[in-house]
Nanobody
């Protein structure tokens, strides 16, 4: 059974940093691409980053490019999202997801429960 569990969200001041983690189980983590999405109140869910499994290719949405970094630790079956220079508009629920493909596709079949990130002074 595929399970994705996010952690690391919280309240941070503008300009601050957070690192989100997504611990996974139930599948062979090394083989598959992993993605991070977010959904702000009243907005559609947005794919913000993805990391392929085999060639290390990454995707970043323009809104986070240069500030966020996705990484993975295959030994720990965990994907991370390092978020720097946070802005109030980064406030959202953040989800990790996978479609059990080795490349970054546009749709995802498996989702975590989400972790809230609030950027406010």
């Amino acid at each position: 059974q595929v399970q994705l569990v996010e952690s690391g969200g919280g309240l941070v001041q503008p300009g601050g940093s957070l690192r989100l983690s997504c611990a996974t189980s139930g599948f062979t983590f090394d083989y598959y691409a992993m993605a991070w999405f977010r959904q702000a109140p009243g907005k559609e869910r947005e794919r913000i980053s993805c990391l392929s499994a085999t060639d290390g290719r990454t995707f970043y949405a323009d809104s986070v490019k240069g500030r966020f970094t996705i990484s993975r630790d295959n030994a720990k079956n965990t994907v991370y999202l390092q978020m720097n220079s946070l802005k109030p508009e980064d406030t959202a629920v953040y989800y990790c997801a996978t479609d059990l493909l080795d490349f970054c596709g546009s749709s995802m079949s498996y989702w975590g429960q989400g972790t809230q990130v609030t950027v406010s002074s």
